[in-house]
């Protein structure tokens, strides 16, 4: 096999270890009954300006119908509530309750976990190669995934 695709499988093999990983760190933590995709849900919401559920569902690029059912089994766990915006009835907005809050601190202490290791990894003098490769290679799938899309 040749270098090239020797690191190209290493960095998937990376990206798998990570998640698999993040599953393990969610299940032996304080939120167990919370998946990986629900926490992600979490996320976007804290992240989101205006947590509508068409702002949040193209947050996570998935379809409104498919975060109604993750928002039902959330809310459900007692993560978040979703309540009928004042401005306009029309409009569910999603917020994170106490217990919602607490579970992305958890998340996020995680991701800073992460990060350490990553970082650790990493000598400082690479740090500028490493970025831009990765950020070109982030450009290059979101370029693909639009692709995909239009077909």
């Given at each position: 096999?040749?270098?090239?695709?020797?690191?190209?499988?290493?960095?998937?093999?990376?990206?798998?270890?990570?998640?698999?990983?993040?599953?393990?760190?969610?299940?032996?933590?304080?939120?167990?009954?919370?998946?990986?995709?629900?926490?992600?849900?979490?996320?976007?919401i804290d992240k989101v300006d205006f947590p509508s559920m068409t702002n949040v569902a193209k947050e996570?690029?998935?379809?409104?119908?498919?975060?109604?059912?993750?928002?039902?089994?959330?809310?459900?766990?007692?993560?978040?509530?979703?309540?009928?915006?004042?401005?306009?009835?029309?409009?569910?907005?999603?917020?994170?309750?106490?217990?919602?809050?607490?579970?992305?601190?958890?998340?996020?202490?995680?991701?800073?976990?992460?990060?350490?290791?990553?970082?650790?990894?990493?000598?400082?003098?690479?740090?500028?190669?490493?970025?831009?490769?990765?950020?070109?290679?982030?450009?290059?799938?979101?370029?693909?995934?639009?692709?995909?899309?239009?077909?």
């Open positions: 096999m040749s270098r090239r695709l020797d690191a190209i499988e290493t960095v998937v093999a990376v990206f798998n270890e990570a998640m698999a990983i993040q599953e393990i760190y969610l299940k032996k933590g304080k939120f167990k009954e919370l998946s990986m995709s629900e926490t992600h849900v979490l996320d976007a996570l690029h998935i379809t409104v119908g498919t975060l109604t059912t993750a928002v039902k089994k959330i809310a459900e766990k007692g993560f978040l509530v979703k309540e009928r915006s004042t401005k306009d009835q029309r409009v569910f907005l999603l917020k994170l309750t106490k217990k919602g809050h607490e579970a992305l601190v958890v998340h996020e202490n995680f991701h800073r976990e992460l990060a350490n290791i990553y970082k650790s990894a990493i000598p400082d003098e690479r740090l500028d190669w490493v970025f831009d490769t990765l950020k070109k290679i982030k450009i290059d799938l979101e370029s693909f995934k639009k692709e995909l899309e239009a077909k």
